[in-house]
């Protein structure tokens, strides 16, 4: 699937994803609160800007994906992958982040405490 037919379904009332195949997609600045990409493959997206909040994003794989500057306040990031993800600037108010994966290639804004947010390294 793509950005285009994602941001599509989306404007049409979808907002169920579940195990999608997003690898590498291109949703910079794109609109989707409440979205959900349960387990979906979002490893190399760019998602810079994007507003994501309310979405569930509960085991997904977003490894080397670029939050920069996204909105995730309030997402479901439990046991999400984010191994090698850039999440500099990236809003994480009220996200669940309970279990989620991150390595020493993960970036994260300054300040921000993974330990706190009960990520798991790996």
Request: glycine share 8%; aromatic share 12%; net charge positive.
């Amino acid at each position: 699937m793509n950005a285009e037919k994602i941001k599509q379904r989306y404007a049409a009332g979808e907002r169920y994803f579940p195990s999608a195949q997003l690898s590498k997609v291109k949703l910079i600045d794109a609109y989707l609160p409440g979205i959900n990409l349960w387990g979906a493959d979002l490893s190399e997206a760019n998602l810079a800007r994007a507003k994501l909040w309310g979405a569930d994003l509960n085991s997904a794989n977003l490894a080397k994906a670029n939050l920069t500057r996204a909105n995730l306040c309030g997402v479901n990031l439990c046991e999400a992958n984010l191994r090698g993800a850039r999440l500099y600037y990236t809003k994480l108010y009220g996200a669940n982040l309970t279990g989620a994966f991150y390595d020493d290639s993960t970036r994260f804004s300054q300040g921000f405490d993974p330990v706190s947010h009960h990520m798991r390294k790996f």
